[in-house]
């Protein structure tokens, strides 16, 4: 569903700057239609500055790892180049480029889960897949649908891949989510999950404790990714500190998406910082996946 919508977006996007700029040159004004260009991609590029700015002001002046003007400006570069690759190719028309690894040669190998958050789907982890792909090591990348439903409802989704990926390998599976599908991991744990079931769990700027940006939202997902939610109170008042203790939660504080000041962490989790890195990119970070590397090849 999810990847429809968005190849609608990518043709729409298409239509509106080939129909503008027909009628530019038919007017005889060249320049109209590359300003039409300009105005679609500055207005994008804007957007996300005006994210950057929200999260700059939502630290005090004196706050610890306040981010610098220069560390904000970076990474919104960063978000501009990367953010339209996922959701104008990776995510729409490639999210089944790399299928599932599983195999008879899976047997005895550590396995992984992964698990994208809002408004994606599989084909985010394509770099990851074609790396783990290479190395042999097995791996399932879940699509949660509905797009707009509730963080309980992917539960299912999760277990069947955590299922598979234990039935493939005999072990049990390292799983990764970047985003809402660290909280969609929660919500598995805490409903079909046990310590048998995972060998540890990685987070990659997931709203642990919410967001200041789902205050916009208005989906079942989205309310629930409010910051202090109902739903994610519920939630921690049934984690124990021993499961909490196997996740480890990376942030940053250039996270456009996922603020104010570490939200993305929990409490007796190993917490790790990546700075001046900004929400999708965390997904691509080099020290991402060296951890999870490290830890197929542990026992």
Do not use: K
């Not at 390292?174 to 599908?181: K, N, Y």
């Amino acid at each position: 569903m999810l990847a429809r919508l968005q190849q609608l977006i990518v043709f729409g996007l298409l239509a509106t700057i080939g129909g503008w700029s027909a009628y530019s040159l038919h007017l005889g004004h060249p320049g109209w239609a590359l300003g039409g260009v300009v105005a679609i991609v500055g207005g994008y590029a804007v957007t996300l500055g005006l994210e950057f700015w929200l999260l700059g002001t939502s630290y005090a002046r004196d706050a610890d790892l306040r981010p610098s003007t220069g560390q904000l400006i970076s990474s919104w570069r960063q978000e501009v180049l990367l953010a339209p690759r996922v959701f104008l190719w990776q995510q729409p028309f490639r999210s089944n480029a790399v299928p599932d690894l599983l195999s008879i040669a899976s047997r005895g190998r550590r396995g992984v889960v992964f698990v994208h958050g809002f408004v994606c789907n599989r084909g985010l982890w394509n770099p990851w897949l074609r790396r783990l792909g290479a190395r042999g090591i097995p791996f399932v990348a879940v699509t949660l649908e509905p797009v707009f439903g509730s963080v309980d409802r992917y539960v299912d989704t999760v277990d069947t891949a955590v299922r598979s990926v234990e039935a493939a390998t005999g072990l049990a599976p390292i799983l990764v989510a970047h985003s809402m599908g660290g909280l969609a991991l929660r919500a598995w744990l805490a409903r079909r999950g046990s310590a048998e079931r995972f060998h540890r769990i990685v987070t990659i700027a997931s709203p642990h404790r919410g967001t200041w940006m789902a205050r916009y939202g208005r989906t079942a997902n989205g309310l629930e990714m409010r910051l202090d939610s109902p739903w994610l109170r519920a939630l921690a008042a049934v984690e124990s500190p021993a499961s909490r203790a196997r996740f480890i939660c990376f942030w940053g504080h250039c996270d456009n998406i996922v603020f104010p000041t570490a939200v993305a962490t929990l409490d007796g989790a190993d917490n790790r910082h990546l700075p001046a890195t900004p929400h999708v990119a965390m997904a691509f970070h080099p020290a991402v996946f060296d951890e999870v590397s490290r830890l197929v090849d542990s026992r």
